[in-house]
């Protein structure tokens, strides 16, 4: 009887190791849909991927669209499922008009992983509501920068005065969080009064305007939260613009490389840099793990490295400077 058991134990482990290298054999299609494609952010995300990518032997497609906009979005992920890719990364440009699109292609088989942005509530895989359907949603921690942002801004301010933020615009994941997450923080300051949100629809020179305006209304004004790359970007020029630099504090999320020669002039105090290469990395990593069959957690989450003045040449920070 035990031999017997042996025998068929050993069986089983053979055609397991034969099981798992025919699947390996199999090159897969992951395709990643940013959320748009002129965007040092997501550019730096498919460096990652790619990496990822050439790591287990798949073919990466990066397609997207030119602006951050479901309308412009949606076609691009249609083409896509119509292709049938065995895996698709997608970066939805909004938390509810990305959820119906997103169904058809998990109706037709095709596995759904999130990165940087989620849809509905970015909680997946619990068998409630109609949004849990992708694998994984794979990202920064947008809440807790945003109260990294707060800190840092209370900090360069002297803990009173008046700041805004500039956002992009509403329904969009990770920007609406780092916006909750620097004004829950903001509410330990009394002494800090936050205005009205100014959304400039992901357009740095509108992001720029507004700070004037903003800046007109209130001479006092003493600092700035840009909650993305072309809004903090923008800020930042509006501040310039307004002869206010070092006046006017910034604090930026993301870290193109403009943003650093603006730390280095003193435009900028600080830059949240998110990982986007580890996204893409482990959003392919995640998506090639579940389709050797195995298991993958629900969501996985990418560090931050803050960068100032002090330690913007420091070659373990300076890694993390976005690629153009
Ligand atoms: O901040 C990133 C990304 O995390 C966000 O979802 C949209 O804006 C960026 O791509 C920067 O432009």
Known sequence: FLKATAVATLATGVSAVAGSVKAQDKKFTIALIPGLTT?????TMRKGAEAAAKAVGAELVFQGAPDFNPVTQVPVLDAIIAKKPDAILIAPTDKDQLIQPLKKAADAGIPVITVDTFIGTGVY????????????YIASDNLLGGAIAARALAKAIGEKGKVYVSNVKPGISTTDQREQGFKDEMKKYPNISVLETQYNDDDA???ASQLQAVYARNSDLDGVFGANLFSALGAANGVQQAGQTGKIRV???DAPTTIVDNINSGLVDLAIAQ???EIGYFGVMAAFAHLTGNSIPTSIGTGFTVID???????NVAKFIYSD
């Open 205 to 207: 020179n509108k992001a």
């Open 309 to 315: 003045k002090s330690n913007v040449t420091d070659k």
């Open 251 to 253: 604090v930026a999320f």
């Open 125 to 136: 895989q619990t068998g409630k509501g109609d949004a849990d359907f992708p694998l994984s």
């Open 39 to 43: 965007d040092a952010f997501y550019i």
């Open 275 to 277: 990982h986007p290469a």
